[in-house]
């Protein structure tokens, strides 16, 4: 009896960390945007710190390696927002907030301006991060 608690609460760790959906990778889909819809991707993954990076890919509006500003990866869910990449005033860029779901899907809702747009993404690839390019 005490062997098998020992060895049910060592699995315990490996169990929650299995169960934690990965987030890197590439990301398309479409938001769902009064009177049409907004196709975009985002490319997630974690720099040589450890730390996560991203950018995006908006073809409709040719945005095309837009860093991710305020990154944040959680236990199954992620918000970012896209700077003024969206055309954005600098103070109310679009927010994204997102729950991961199993088999590679995500889905969530973009925040601009006081209104609000529901998307979906799927898992499409490797990440391909677009990293902004260095002052010299």
């Known amino acids: 009896m005490r062997l098998t608690l020992i060895l049910l609460l060592a699995s315990i760790p490996a169990l929650a960390s299995a169960a934690a959906p990965d987030v890197a990778g590439r990301w398309s889909g479409r938001a769902q945007i009064p009177g049409r819809?907004?196709?975009?991707?985002?490319?997630?993954?974690?720099?040589?710190?450890?730390?996560?990076?991203?950018?995006?890919?908006?073809?409709?509006?040719?945005?095309?390696?837009?860093?991710?500003?305020?990154?944040?990866?959680?236990?199954?869910?992620?918000?970012?927002?896209?700077?003024?990449?969206?055309?954005?005033?600098?103070?109310?860029?679009?927010?994204?907030?997102?729950?991961?779901e199993g088999r590679g899907a995500m889905s969530g809702e973009m925040r601009q301006a006081g209104l609000a747009a529901p998307f979906v993404l799927k898992r499409v690839g490797e990440a391909q991060v677009e990293l902004a390019a260095r002052s010299t």
Do not use: Q, Y
């Not at 996560?52 to 073809?59: C, D, E, F, R, T």
């Open 37 to 100: 819809d907004l196709p975009f991707v985002i490319d997630l993954a974690k720099d040589s710190a450890g730390t996560w990076i991203g950018s995006m890919i908006v073809p409709g509006i040719d945005v095309k390696g837009a860093p991710l500003a305020n990154l944040r990866v959680g236990e199954g869910d992620i918000a970012f927002d896209a700077g003024d990449a969206l055309g954005a005033p600098p103070d109310a860029p679009a927010v994204f907030t997102a729950r991961i």
